[in-house]
């Protein structure tokens, strides 16, 4: 996409990543977000208890709060390969918050509250104040359903907790020494007002529309009902939570639809594959460092017809674009970020290197990147750590371990990454897109 084109793309991008994040307070509305973009667009669903399909065609599978969908429809006919190589896009679904313990109820000083355990490395003061809501999985009893067992997904956005703040008159050191939160005794949330605790198990059912006795097991997680928005005084930046990372999963899934529907003449499989679990370490029957990505990658191969052989030839040839957010440099702490690499906000996606591999970024992998900015006629920034100070990771290392394929991670300028609310670039989100839609058809 030529760069003066990204101008008509920046407000239908914007519009639709807010939709995509209002739509997705957990990884499992993420998924099922991302899947409807998909489906909407032509792609098949299948389950994994299901054969891999033979038919070239654009396919989508789940697993949990995981995603992978691909597509061989451009390579119907005698140039088919069973050993062409695949083009992968990379993200994750998940976002650090506060998820419900299994036996949550309790009460004290005449408060109802309710048990969680703080997800990923949550900035935990972000969460104080806020209107929350609740979102994810049940498991009920079906006797329908495979096992006995079905899953349903539920939200509510009423607001119907808050963790509260202790006030400035009872902590009188605060401001000179700073907030100090215990998770277990700082940030439970109340619900309500009684003497005796009240019953989470019997409000999720009644929200499900499950008998209590039914619901044998949950997936529940806060969320912000803050909407994502437009901020700025000319609305250059996107304001909600998730941004770290539903902002690449969003991007990844318009790439795909761009790639399907113009396919370039280079013969590779594109693919995107949404992880859960990132923020917790990934090991997981979903995470990336789970079988999701190499089992379907053998199930494509071998649908087509292909050996093991053929597989190792593919991943030989396949190349993998991590991509999770990445840290502009702030304003007020600009002392924090590697004074050679500043990250610009609108200033075009980023390059994310670590010469001690906690990023999978190499030469050949960042040419690769480097390639697909110039396609699609996009910036390309660097971002580098202080050498003083740690660097974080993502999934681009184990990714890259589990196929042996060509790796590079990348991401888009962020502020308050791990916060409840953060905040990205209007413009660099149809940037991002644009990239990656490269990056899956190149030139």
Known sequence: ????????QVTEVADGLCTYLDASPSPFHAVDSAAALLTAEGFTEVAETDPAPSTPGSYVVRRGGSLLAWSTAHLDGPGRAAHTPFRIVGAHTDSPNLRVKPRPDWARAGWQMLGVEVYGGALTNSWLDRD???SGRVAVRDTDSPGGVGHRLFRTDDPVLRVSQLAIHLDRNVRSEGLQLNDQQHLAPHWGLGAGPRSFRGWLAELVDADPDDLLAYDAMTHDLTPARR????????????LDNLATSYAAVRALLHAVSEPSGAPAVPMVVLFDHEEVGSTSERGAQSTFLPAWLERIVLAAGGTREDLWRSLAGTVVASGDMSHATHPNYADRHEPEHPIVMNG?????????????????????????????????????????LPCGSTVGPMTSALTGATTVDFGAPVLSMHSAREICGTLDQAGYAAALAAFLAPA
């Open 1 to 8: 996409m030529p760069a003066a084109d990204l101008t008509t």
């Open 132 to 134: 929350l809501g609740l």
């Open 231 to 242: 901020i700025g005084a000319d609305g250059e930046l996107i304001a909600s939570g998730r």
């Open 348 to 388: 075009g996606p980023v390059l994310k290197v670590n010469n001690n591999l906690r990023y999978a970024t190499d030469s050949l992998g960042a040419a690769a990147f480097a390639l697909a900015c110039e396609q699609a006629g996009v910036p390309m920034q660097t971002f580098v750590t202080r050498s003083d």
